[in-house]
C-alpha cells in the first residue's frame, strides 16, 4: 500500500483541528505546520499522534514535504473527509501504482454557510505526490488532468 501524509498548515486552530484530524484515519502519516499558534493548536495536534514542524518565513509549500512518505492530502483545518471520501482513499492506496493513472487526484469540497450547506463548484486538487512542485499558497495548484475521488470535504466555518 502506498502511504498518504496528511499536511495542514495551522495557526490557532484549536477548537477546529480535532474534527479535521479525526477523519484523516485512511491516512498513515500526519504533518502538521505551525504558523506560531498560541493556544492548543499542537497540544490537539500531539495527541493525534501529529508530527509537528514550525513554520519557515518564506519556506515554500513543498520544503515541508522531504521527510513525508508517499502521496500527500493538503487539509485546512476547518476540513473534514467525509465517509466516502475516506473510503475512496483506502481504496485508492489498494491500487497497484500502474492502476492509479493520474499525476494528482481531486475531491469536491460542501461548505457550512448561514443559510446551510453550499458545493463548491469545481473540485479541488488536494491529492498530490511527494514530488509535487506547483502550489498556490498551501495548497496544490488546481491540475486540469487530475482524476477526481469520490466523497467530499467538509468546511466548517463555525467552531
Not at 493556544?39 to 514542524?53: H, K, L, N, P, S
Not at 492509479?100 to 479541488?124: D, I, K, N, Y
Not at 486538487?125 to 467530499?152: K, Q
Request: hydrophobic share 40%; proline share 9%.
Amino acid at each position: 500500500m502506498l502511504p498518504i501524509t496528511a499536511l495542514v498548515h495551522t495557526n490557532n486552530d484549536a477548537l477546529r483541528l480535532g474534527r479535521c484530524l479525526e477523519t484523516i484515519y485512511p491516512c498513515d502519516d500526519l504533518l502538521i505546520v505551525d504558523h506560531g499558534s498560541r493556544d492548543g493548536t499542537v497540544q490537539v495536534a500531539r495527541e493525534y499522534g501529529a508530527r509537528i514542524m514550525s513554520a519557515e518565513p518564506g519556506a515554500s509549500p513543498d520544503h515541508y514535504l522531504r521527510t513525508a512518505p508517499g502521496w500527500i492530502l493538503c487539509l485546512d483545518p476547518r476540513e473534514s473527509l467525509t465517509e466516502n471520501l475516506a473510503a475512496s482513499l483506502f481504496e485508492w492506496k489498494s491500487l497497484p501504482g500502474d492502476a492509479r493513472g493520474s499525476p494528482a487526484f481531486s475531491v469536491f469540497l460542501r461548505e457550512e454557510t448561514a443559510r446551510g450547506w453550499v458545493e463548491v463548484p469545481a473540485a479541488q486538487t488536494r491529492l498530490v505526490p511527494r514530488t509535487w512542485s506547483l502550489w498556490s499558497g498551501r495548497f496544490p495548484l488546481p491540475e486540469p488532468l487530475a482524476s477526481v475521488l469520490e466523497g467530499e470535504l467538509l468546511r466548517f466555518v463555525f467552531p
